[in-house]
């Protein structure tokens, strides 16, 4: 089955500087890969996905980095504000007879200090 | 809310004792979720239903059941076969069709007392 890996478990970081997390994933047949940040008390929220045939999205300033052939994928976060401070979650979903099981990784504690 | 409704938000258990979560949605989707949150060990995965009638054993099956008779509702019951049920419970749904976004419910925290 699917196991999502995501690094670094905590990230502290300047505002106005950039922010990346890493996650990979084991199950070559997952080909959706969503991010998800939840506020302190809140429920997790999607931020941006990638599906497998694209390399690369931007929402702003977020983007998301895909590569198939490592099986990796990174949230980049740029000039942060404190109110980019939440966990992050990336997971991994696979298609055909697994579709729908969605596996996250353990999640990214980023702190954005003024 | 997003259409995906979970209760209780806190539930208290004695020891021993089963206990059910509810969690209901009216966005019209396929698959549900429940994952169990802890500190430090992000969402992990107990089960998930694809269609109605059917289940799949998520990561950290044991102790749970579920059941999946109508497609808006996935209730989870968590067993006195559980060694360590407290903890933050979250309940999600996605669409087959259009946008895979994962809809989450509000989470219920059940601590055993």
């Known amino acids: 089955g699917e196991n999502v890996e995501q690094h670094p478990s905590t990230l502290s970081v300047q505002e106005g500087d950039s922010a990346v997390i890493k996650c990979t994933y084991s199950?070559?047949?997952?080909?959706?890969f969503p991010w998800y940040k939840q506020e302190l008390g809140k429920r997790p929220q999607l931020i941006i996905d990638?599906?497998?045939?694209?390399g690369e999205k931007k929402d702003q300033r977020i983007a998301v980095t895909l590569n198939k052939t490592a099986k990796h994928f990174s949230l980049h976060i740029t000039e942060t504000q404190p109110e980019d401070s939440a966990v992050y979650f990336c997971?991994?979903?696979?298609?055909?007879?697994?579709?729908?099981?969605?596996?996250f990784g353990a999640g990214t504690q980023v702190v954005v200090t003024p | 809310d997003g259409g995906i409704t979970q209760s209780p938000k806190y539930l208290f258990r004695k020891e021993g004792q089963n206990v059910t979560l509810s969690c209901e949605q009216n966005?019209?989707?396929?698959?549900m979720y429940w994952y169990r949150q802890d500190p430090g060990q992000g969402l992990r995965l107990i089960y998930y239903?694809?269609?109605?009638?059917?289940?799949q054993k998520g990561d950290i099956a044991e102790g749970y059941s579920v059941s999946r008779e109508k497609k808006e509702s996935f209730p989870l019951t968590v067993t006195s076969a559980q060694k360590n049920p407290t903890a933050f419970y979250l309940c999600?749904?996605?669409?087959?069709?259009?946008?895979?976004?994962?809809?989450f419910g509000q989470g219920t925290r059940l601590t055993v007392v």
């Open positions: 239903s694809q269609i109605v009638n059917d289940f």
């Open positions: 199950d070559s047949a997952s080909n959706y």
């Open positions: 966005l019209n989707h396929d698959a």
């Open positions: 997971a991994a979903m696979p298609q055909g007879d697994s579709w729908g099981k969605l596996q």
């Open positions: 990638i599906r497998s045939n694209v």
């Open positions: 999600a749904s996605i669409s087959r069709q259009g946008s895979t976004e994962a809809f």
